[in-house]
């Protein structure tokens, strides 16, 4: 007798954020020149800011000089302790980027802002995306 059970259909795999709570809050873009400038001026990376790329599996191919390499998929539950090392370290505004900041950056950020508000500590500390990601940046060229 033949198999007339249709087969089961493929399990649709969730994104990775969906075990995790939608943003509530914004980030505050930062756009690629103001970047520059504060690469280039008197800022202090590690101080006053901090860079932070969320990229994995498309993290190949170059960064942008000074940033930290987070992949997004892994840092929800790890919020608090980059907030208190963030926080012990004097650091102003922390600054997220991906491919183009309009998935992994700007949730990230969001996430990351939220967590300041919880804490009180708005106006001491400020979660930020990078305007156009990475691909923004490379796409701008040395001198944008």
């Known amino acids: 007798m033949a198999n007339t059970t249709a087969p089961a259909p493929p399990i649709e795999e969730q994104p990775w954020h969906a075990a995790f709570p939608s943003p509530k809050s914004v980030a505050?873009?930062?756009?690629?020149?103001?970047?520059?400038?504060?690469?280039?001026?008197d800022k202090v990376p590690g101080k006053d800011f901090v860079l932070v790329d969320l990229r994995r599996n498309d993290y190949k191919g170059g960064t942008i000089r000074g940033s930290i390499n987070l992949?997004?998929?892994s840092l929800y539950p790890n919020i608090p302790q980059l907030?208190?090392?963030?926080?012990?370290?004097?650091?102003?505004?922390?600054v997220w980027y991906c491919g183009s900041s309009l998935g992994r950056g700007g949730r990230v950020a969001g996430w990351f802002?939220?967590?300041?508000?919880?804490?009180?500590?708005?106006?001491?500390?400020?979660?930020?995306?990078?305007?156009?990601?990475i691909k923004g940046w490379v796409a701008a060229g040395e001198d944008a």
Do not use: C, H
């Not at 930062?30 to 001026?41: A, C, F, I, K, P």
């Not at 090392?85 to 004097?90: E, H, I, N, Y």
């Not at 802002?113 to 400020?126: F, L, P, V």
């Open 28 to 41: 505050t873009p930062v756009s690629r020149e103001q970047m520059r400038d504060w690469l280039t001026g």
């Open 83 to 94: 907030f208190n090392l963030f926080s012990a370290a004097g650091v102003k505004t922390i």
């Open 113 to 133: 802002q939220d967590y300041i508000k919880s804490q009180g500590k708005e106006g001491e500390m400020e979660s930020s995306t990078l305007t156009g990601g």
């Open 71 to 73: 992949p997004a998929q």
